[in-house]
């Protein structure tokens, strides 16, 4: 099966960064579907930033021009580079797979958790004022 296992996450100030990383077992991560989900308990599950096989990136409004989604097919790894953290964006970070016998491409879909079918954990990222 595949697991996968998120890393990265703190505590910073308004305005800091953070590098979230989601190590992925499996033999075929470079034909995934990849994405960043966040939790609150007052906003629910949002997805922040979505990759897919191909290797474009796409944004939740609220992400762009701060965060950034990649992932390093080599070392099965997909990261989120978050950069201007504000305190709304302290939450529950999870990836999220799908995972298919073939190459995925992310369409509009991606914001919908139950269309992929392979949690982490997630790693918690608190944003102080």
């Known amino acids: 099966a595949v697991t996968l296992e998120e890393s990265g996450g703190d505590s910073v100030e308004t305005g800091g960064s953070l590098t979230l990383s989601c190590k992925v077992s499996?033999?075929?991560?470079?034909?995934?579907?990849m994405a960043w989900f966040r939790q609150t308990p007052e906003k629910g599950t949002e997805g922040v930033a979505a990759i897919g096989s191909g290797g474009s990136p796409t944004y939740d409004d609220s992400a762009k021009g701060r965060f950034t989604i990649h992932k390093d097919d080599a070392k099965k790894t997909l990261f989120l580079q978050m950069n201007s953290l504000q305190p709304n964006d302290t939450a529950v970070y999870t990836c999220a797979a799908e995972v298919r016998p073939y190459n995925c491409y992310i369409g509009s879909w991606w914001k919908t958790p139950v269309q992929f079918n392979t949690w982490g954990q997630g790693t918690r990222v608190t944003v102080s004022s």
């Open positions: 499996g033999d075929s991560f470079s034909s995934y579907c």
